[in-house]
């Protein structure tokens, strides 16, 4: 699992960013991969899906 803080989030798009605490690059996130509820600036924990359109944050959980 990896942490990061949502840079944005939009509830009624279900689509958002997440910021890794590591630095690295930006990762998608979609309604689809969180569990529970984020909103943005939240701290969370996740993993990280390749695909075609790039990484995608899946099994994101709010840490606050």
Known sequence: ??????????QEKGFGYI????GGKEVSVFAEGIIGQ???NS???F????TTGGLVAIKVVSLN
């Not at 699992?1 to 939009?10: E, P, Q």
């Not at 993993?47 to 390749?50: A, M, N, P, T």
């Open 43 to 45: 701290i969370v924990k």
């Open 47 to 50: 993993d990280v899906e390749f």
């Open 38 to 40: 984020i909103k943005s």
């Open 19 to 22: 910021t890794p605490s590591n």
């Open 1 to 10: 699992m990896r942490l990061g803080t949502v840079k944005f989030y939009n």
